[in-house]
């Protein structure tokens, strides 16, 4: 049974507008928090809007007809985003990942993914610009994408099985059109392309095996994640976490696995080959392995605040210092300020805090926040 949860669609109010450092400074491409993890990598969320409602995201019995979604004249206009990106590159971000709600609902994004692909890091080069996507429009927009400079995409599917699948997405949608779009993202060379699987006990975890053949020796790497506490509206147990442990030791028993080295630091998900050479899977242990230590990760809402951690109660909203005609130079500065201080590692204190009766009860939903 779900609990009835009034979700407040705008959040504004609840956020910090970030005070303005008196002293202005230079961007250096460099700016760590006060645990030294670098700032790196940006998701920018485009709409909490989705067309889907999967049970561990956006449940129709919370997310149902009546539920208010944040006003069209709150999101951030591609020109702010784009003027917001610019400011986190100059701070070295690298990786900028647009998601949602479903991104892809967002009118004219390929303009948008235009504006932010001329964007360069600040060594020169070309950003890391990707999208994750539940797949439904894919098929139709995977050329525009690519075409607009989008690098690759990620494709969330849960299942192989389609009353799996429906059950799961809420709203009765077909395995074969995320198939559809993953085939014309590869088609268009959006790659390499990763598939994320949310495993959810008692759910889909009897898919674990299909996927993983289905996938085997594909061009697309599948990862799997285990079901998170992110919000309050998923209803969230932890007897309901498959962990990844236990996902490696299902398909090794199959397909004998072998851990090999991550790609890059900060990277969420543990690389797994198969001993065959049929390719590689990943899992993504954001419940029993966590990875806070090296979460070089900032999070921008659809309305333009800033979010240190998945998990953050409250934000800082970087639109106001933008509508009270703040310059470029004062909100990078900002910016510095509020990642130094950053001391976030929520999911490395998570068993800590479930048996505390302090634990946060607001908690920010992943479809407002992006995943
Ligand atoms: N709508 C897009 C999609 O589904 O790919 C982008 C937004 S979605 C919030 C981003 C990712 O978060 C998806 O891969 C989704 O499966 C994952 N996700 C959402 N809720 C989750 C949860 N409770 N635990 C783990 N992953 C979750
Ligand atoms: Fe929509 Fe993605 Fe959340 Fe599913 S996971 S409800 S597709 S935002
Ligand atoms: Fe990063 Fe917060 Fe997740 Fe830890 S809990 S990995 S700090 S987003």
Known sequence: MYEKTTLIADHRHLNAVPSIPSVIETPTGFVADALARPLQDLRISLTDR???????????????????????????????????????????????????????????????IGMLAQLKTCDGRDLDLTLTTNGSLLAKKAQSLKDA????????????????????????FPVSEVLRGLDAAHAVGLGPIKVNMVVKGGMNDQEIIPMA?????????????????VGVSNNWKMDEVIPSAEV?????????????????????????????????????????????????????????????CLFAANGHDLRALMHGGKSDEEISTALAHLWRKRTDRYSELRSALTNDISRPARKIEMSYIGG
């Open 50 to 112: 989705c067309n889907f409602r999967c049970v561990y995201c956006m449940p129709e019995e919370v997310f149902g007809k009546d539920h208010v979604f944040m006003p069209r004249s709150s999101l951030l206009s591609f020109e702010e985003i784009t003027r917001i990106a610019r400011i986190f590159v100059n701070h070295g971000v690298k990786k900028i990942r647009l998601t949602g709600g479903e991104p892809l609902l967002r009118k004219h994004i390929e303009n948008l």
């Open 149 to 172: 400079g989008l690098t690759r995409v990620t494709v969330s599917l849960d299942s192989l099985d389609d009353t799996t699948f429906k059950r799961m997405n809420g709203v009765d």
């Open 213 to 229: 053949r289905h996938f085997k020796g594909s061009p697309f790497v599948l990862r799997f994640i285990e079901f998170m506490d």
């Open 248 to 308: 490696v030791r299902r398909i090794s028993a199959h397909m004998p696995l072998e851990e090999i080295e991550p790609n890059s630091t900060g990277e969420t998900a543990e690389r797994w080959r198969y001993r065959d050479g049929g390719g590689e899977i990943g899992v993504i242990s954001s419940v029993t392995k966590t990875f806070c230590h090296e979460c070089v990760r900032a999070r921008l809402s659809t309305e333009g605040v800033l979010y240190t």
